[in-house]
């Protein structure tokens, strides 16, 4: 184990970002989420919860797959090139970075999308421990330690000090690069930091959510539940909790003419949206009760019954802070725990 | 049964991404209907962009345009070219129908598994069941069968539209389908019309007058409310749900369960599908 005191970090984050890119929470108009580190960046490790997860940094917003020139009649294709230089992203919290496992389960399995393999070989993850979980987590309910988080390099922020284990290999070799500025600590402080965090984590109020009801049983026994019916009325199809989530990966492909060629470019997608199951012939989705169904019904029971059991959530509770009308998948897990189907 | 993965030339060390399309170069434009085209495509070197299995689908895109998933209706015993039959319905349809031959489209794929010509469906009598637009998927299983007759009974083709002329490839139906030996097909269409002497009706009563025994597969394909009263039909006739195959249409845009458009309960029909097994059918959440 190794520490830094938290008023060197700057020479870290530099020391970091002149070898590669360093992504890391950035506060922008008061909003805190991850951006490039530049020497004026106003950097905000503090802040619990970025507005949006590191999903971006894998799996852009936006990205283009290729571009498309025409040439006397005929099509040529240019393949966007993969990243190809190494990046650094600090500060990750642990239910962002088992996010990247539940994204590595779409995007790595065959046949795999080589844009975020790239970036997934390219990225060393550096995570933070959460020194005070807050009322909308529950990242525990899926077994999720975010005292202990998952990462190349775990750190923990106690007091003015911040703590630095690496854990694979990609975490050695960062910590190598930075060695001259980090010292030699034990681990007594971060073991009780640890049993604070767990303190809290234990009284939260979610904490004991119950995903009994829930899991590949419950792509059959929940689907005609009537609970859907009452649920989604509030629902206002923004998309908010699908943009703010760190695991929905739901994608578009779509044009933009340059002029000079065409672009086709990815871009995140929502299946809260009325148009996203919607084809010539009609739309097999025609509801916002089936649209909210196929949300939680995806990440609570297809998603497990695909992938050994694993849920498509992971409890950051940024669906529950944003969401304008108070709906979220808490509400949906406590409605199914409460009244069964 | 998909082409073998290429190294990007673009990015080393990966394969070429399966998003990545080809180009491909529309030789032969035919016109089967007022709204249906078939589409010749060929690689720009000639031959076929890459090998598909029947019931398989491939990405047809016009660049600025769009990109949708069609069923490759030509067999994969056609070694020279694939053939997608399409109906002027949506934005990039109306545009691919405004195409000319020597034009370029691009075309990924393909995707989704197929009907089970070399298994289940091998040694069988075969009953198939098609309606409109829908005969472009089963006419690649059934040119498959043909090509390869020795290795199936009886073929009864059941196949109506709304008029004689919304028939797609009905030359190919009654010079060579009709004229082969084992092999019966059964027209219709949904009202009279001057010219036409062959049966008067929708596909699901004509289903039902000919009476077919149980004693062959049937594969089944056309629009929802066709697909619900020819499977009750069939299951009055005695048919089981396992013997009975169909394809499952719905929005697509990667091809490899990953967009999730096409996500339905545990499966996604674009790598799973499109080809079901009515008793697989029956256990997708009622969302089709």
């Known amino acids: 184990m190794y520490k830094i005191q938290k008023a060197d970090l700057p020479k870290l984050y530099a020391s970091i970002a002149a070898e590669s890119d360093l992504f890391l929470p950035v506060k922008v108009a008061d909003q805190t989420n991850f951006g490039l580190y530049t020497e004026t960046a106003d950097v905000d490790i ?23 020139r025409r040439e006397n009649d005929n099509f040529s294709i240019d393949v966007e090139q ?118 809290i984590v234990k009284k939260l109020p979610y904490a004991n959510l119950s995903l009994e009801k829930w899991g590949a049983a419950a792509a059959d026994a929940n689907f005609d539940s009537k609970l859907w019916e009452e649920m989604y009325k509030p629902c206002l199809a923004c998309g908010t909790c699908t943009f703010v989530c760190p695991t929905c990966q739901c994608y578009d492909i779509k044009d933009y003419d340059t002029g000079s060629s065409v672009q086709r470019y990815r871009c995140w997608d929502s299946c809260m949206y009325s148009d996203f199951t919607m084809m010539a012939h009609g739309n097999n989705r025609t509801s916002q009760m089936q649209r909210f169904r196929q949300r ?37 897990i406590k409605a199914f725990e409460k009244e069964g189907v | 049964m998909s082409e073998p993965m290429h190294e990007c030339k673009y990015n080393p060390g990966f394969m070429r991404d399966t998003l990545i399309p080809q180009v491909g170069i529309i030789t032969d434009i035919r016109t089967e209907t007022p709204d249906v085209k078939t589409f010749r495509v060929e690689a720009p070197s000639g031959g076929k962009l890459f090998e598909h299995m029947p019931g398989q689908c491939a990405m047809v895109c016009a660049p600025g345009v769009g990109e949708a998933m069609f069923s490759i209706t030509s067999s994969p015993t056609n070694k020279l070219y694939q053939e997608f039959s399409i109906k002027r319905c949506g934005v ?49 299983v059934i040119n498959y069968c043909l090509d390869n007759r020795e290795n199936y009974g009886d073929i009864d083709i059941v196949y109506g539209s709304r008029s004689a002329d919304d028939l797609v490839q009905r030359k190919e139906i009654e010079e060579v389908w009709s004229k082969i030996p084992g092999v019966n097909v059964h027209l219709t269409i949904d009202r009279e019309q001057e010219g036409w002497d062959g049966h008067v009706g929708f596909v699901p009563s004509y289903l039902q007058e000919l009476a077919f025994d149980t004693n062959r597969t049937a594969i089944l394909c056309g629009p929802p409310i066709m697909i619900k009263f020819c499977l009750q039909g069939l299951k009055e006739m005695g048919f089981a749900m396992e013997q009975v195959y169909t394809t499952l249409e719905l929005r697509m845009k990667c091809g490899v369960g990953k967009c999730g458009r096409c996500n339905i309960g545990t499966k996604y029909v674009c790598k799973d599908g499109p080809v079901f097994r009515f008793d697989q059918v029956d256990e997708l959440p009622n969302e089709y």
């Open chain 1, 82 to 199: 993969h990243r190809t230089s190494p990046f650094v992203v600090f500060g990750i919290r642990g239910c962002d970075v088992r996010a990247m496992t539940v994204l590595d389960k779409v995007f790595l399995s065959e046949p795999i999308d080589s844009y975020y393999a790239a970036r997934r070989q390219m990225g060393t993850i550096v995570s933070l421990a959460c020194g005070r979980p807050d009322t909308s987590c529950f990242c525990k309910v899926f077994g999720i330690d975010c005292a202990e988080p998952e990462g190349d390099v775990v750190t923990w922020l106690v007091g003015k000090v911040l703590y630095w284990q690496p854990k694979t290999k990609k975490g050695e070799a960062l910590t190598e690069k930075v060695a001259s500025l980090l010292e030699k600590a034990d681990e007594a402080m971060v073991e009780s930091a640890k049993n604070a965090i767990r303190a």
């Open chain 1, 46 to 68: 503090d802040t619990l919860k970025t507005v949006k997860s590191a999903k971006d940094i894998f799996f852009p917003q936006s990205e283009t797959l290729y571009k498309v």
């Open chain 1, 296 to 332: 939680f019904m995806h990440k609570l029971a297809y998603f497990p019954a695909n992938n050994q059991g694993m849920f498509s959530c992971v409890g950051c509770g940024r669906c529950v802070d944003k969401c304008p009308s108070h709906l979220n998948i808490v509400k949906v």
């Open chain 2, 92 to 140: 990039l349809t109306e545009h691919l129908h405004s195409l000319k031959a020597g034009d370029e489209i691009l075309v990924r794929g393909p995707y989704g598994n197929n009907f089970p010509v070399e298994t289940e469906l091998k040694g069988k009598n075969l009953l198939f069941i098609a309606g409109g637009i829908a005969l472009a998927p089963l006419r690649s």
